[in-house]
């Protein structure tokens, strides 16, 4: 019998058309199907704490290993807020607004806002140890290129 995987992942562990085109056979969670029997918990713009929510069902699967790749959706700079981009969807003179390079570029420098506080991220990473102790892997992440950035608010 293959050993279990159990992987958290955000859209990294996904196919996907942008930066570029990864098909569903070409992304790490597929690879590993070929040696291993994997379990994956994974979704576009996922934060850690919405990957942590699921944990107590995931669990349950018994896994042999556990990868965890989360955080640049956490940690890349953004201008504005969760809630305060939702108002700002709604409104396409805002959205374009902010579309603009440098408006961006200037509320990240002075706001330094991100989705999760590194002082969060810490506590979540601990709840992953607690409930998987030495079966657990991380994925590194690394920083955002200026594509990824740009693309966001």
Known sequence: M????????DSL??????????????????LLEEKFQVVSLSFGGA???Q???QIAYLKLCNPDFIIVQSGIVDCVPRALGLLELEIVKKSK????LLKRKNVVKFLREKRKI????AEEFRQIVKGFKKNFD???YWVGIIPANQ????QLL
């Open 2 to 9: 293959k050993p279990r995987i159990l992987i958290f992942t």
């Open 13 to 30: 562990g996904l196919p996907r058309e942008m930066p570029e085109v990864v098909n569903h056979n070409e992304t790490w969670v597929a």
């Open 47 to 49: 934060t850690i704490k």
């Open 51 to 53: 990957l942590y929510s």
């Open 93 to 96: 003179i805002l959205t374009r």
């Open 114 to 117: 991100s989705y999760t506080s």
């Open 134 to 136: 030495d079966k657990l």
């Open 147 to 150: 594509s990824y950035e740009q």
